[in-house]
């Protein structure tokens, strides 16, 4: 039934009938044809694919065309080593190595694409779920996991390595990103700003105040988001009335485009072209990619309180691995030993990484008290002298023992 306080109001329809249905008075006047503003702005109104979900190649088209194939074995290869990493990561939660670890398990094909869309001088904003994509940029696996270990800082230096601490506070990177991207092309530099995000934090206000600043300034920001459905336990359909993320986008006047997020070929392609049009100066880019989180939020979180089994193995037959493999293998790109080749180093990348990851991280518990302000405050101060004692009293009573 109806709140006594909603009014009963049509709901608007374009349909001919409701046009013959309407009286004079509520008519339009005709008025000449205006230039469609919204032109270049909104997705296609599907995907765009370049590979079958069975890795057998769609028709090319002439506005995404195909990666070169020695960026596709490097995809393959990243996407391998960057699965491998995942797992590994997943295990070490387990032996209480790491706090929390949430996993990108699925997302393999978006993780890997965007870093290899941009360059290693560009910046990359990533949130905690950019784990994978940011070993694939390079970064030492110990040092990205760092911070998931309960460390104060982030593990990696971002100066060096262009890439921002990694985001738990939703869509706050947006913001970052908007701003780096306007400094750097304020300098007359060409960076490019790839922010990722997830389908969840696009309901948040930052993530429209990015978007709006970027638009407004021409910030040449490509916003990279991750639709894998949830939000923790909050399915797309309760985050969002949109036709697709994608059409955020048109609202700020920022041209955007929707992608199989399983396909790697087609985020390749997709992202390539986003970043190009970031780059030559024509302002921000909204990609979304539909994909899926094959594991659950974090190793925290119990999936099967929200979600089917049925829909976790729908979303197995769109591996975004094996499709690539396929296509590679019977495109005479990969082979057996490469494929081999390629697991091997995978392996070997796990066992270095539980290696170091086992032994035992030496912390200075004052470094906690270094960075929080240039000049610290005499509270600080203050503390900073409680801690140092209490640690002298601890060392002597061990002396004692
Ligand atoms: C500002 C803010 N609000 C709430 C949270 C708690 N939180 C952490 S992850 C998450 C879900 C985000 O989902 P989505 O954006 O879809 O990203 P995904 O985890 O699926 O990659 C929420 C609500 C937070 N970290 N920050
Ligand atoms: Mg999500």
Redesign the pocket.
């Known amino acids: 039934m109806r709140p006594p306080h909603v009014q009963e109001v049509p709901a608007v329809t374009t349909t001919p009938q409701a046009v013959r249905r309407a009286s004079p008075r509520t008519r339009r006047p005709a008025t000449p044809a205006a230039p469609e503003k919204s032109a270049g702005l909104l997705p296609q109104a599907e995907p765009v694919r370049l590979l079958d979900p069975d890795g057998t190649p769609l028709p090319s088209r002439a506005d995404y065309p195909e990666p070169p194939v020695e960026a596709l074995r490097e995809m393959y290869r990243r996407m391998v080593v960057g699965r491998r990493f995942d797992t590994q990561a997943t295990a070490l939660t387990k032996q209480g190595r790491l706090a929390v670890y949430?996993s990108s398990r699925g997302q393999e094909a978006c993780q890997v694409g965007a870093t290899l869309a941009v360059r290693d001088t560009d910046w990359v904003f990533p949130?905690?779920?950019e784990s994978m994509a940011l070993v694939s940029r390079g970064i030492d696996p110990v040092e990205v996991l760092t911070l998931l270990r309960g460390d104060w800082h982030c593990g990696y230096d971002p100066t060096r390595v262009h890439t921002a601490p990694q985001c738990?506070?939703?869509?706050?990177q947006c913001v970052h990103a908007a701003g780096l991207a306007y400094g750097e092309s304020y300098q007359g530099r060409d960076t490019v700003a790839l922010a990722f995000?997830?389908?969840?934090?696009?309901s948040?206000g930052d993530f429209h105040e990015g978007v709006n600043f970027a638009a407004v300034f021409k910030a040449p920001v490509v916003y990279f988001v991750?639709?894998?459905k949830?939000?923790?336990s909050?399915p797309l359909s309760r985050?969002t009335a949109a036709p697709s993320l994608a059409y955020k986008g048109v609202g700020y006047g920022v041209p955007s485009e929707q992608v199989d997020g399983n396909d790697p070929v087609a985020v390749l392609a997709v992202l390539t072209r986003a970043v190009a049009h970031a780059r030559a100066g024509h302002g921000p880019f909204l990609v979304e990619a539909h994909t899926y989180?094959m594991e659950p939020?974090t190793n925290a979180d119990d999936a099967s309180r929200y979600r089917d089994a049925d829909e976790v193995e729908a979303w197995r037959d769109r591996d975004p691995v094996a499709r690539l493999e396929t296509y590679l293998r019977n495109r005479g790109a990969l082979d057996d030993a490469a494929v081999a080749a390629i697991a091997e180093e995978a392996e070997a990348y796990a066992a270095d990484l539980r290696d170091r990851m086992n032994a035992q991280p030496t912390v200075d518990p004052l470094s906690l008290f270094d960075h929080v302000y240039a000049e610290p405050t005499p509270q600080l101060v203050e503390q900073r002298e409680q801690v140092r004692a209490e640690l002298a009293a601890a060392r002597d009573e061990e002396g004692d023992a």
């Open positions: 949430p949130t905690y779920r738990t506070p939703l869509a706050t995000i997830g389908d969840g934090a696009t948040e991750q639709n894998n949830y939000a923790i909050v985050q989180r939020h």
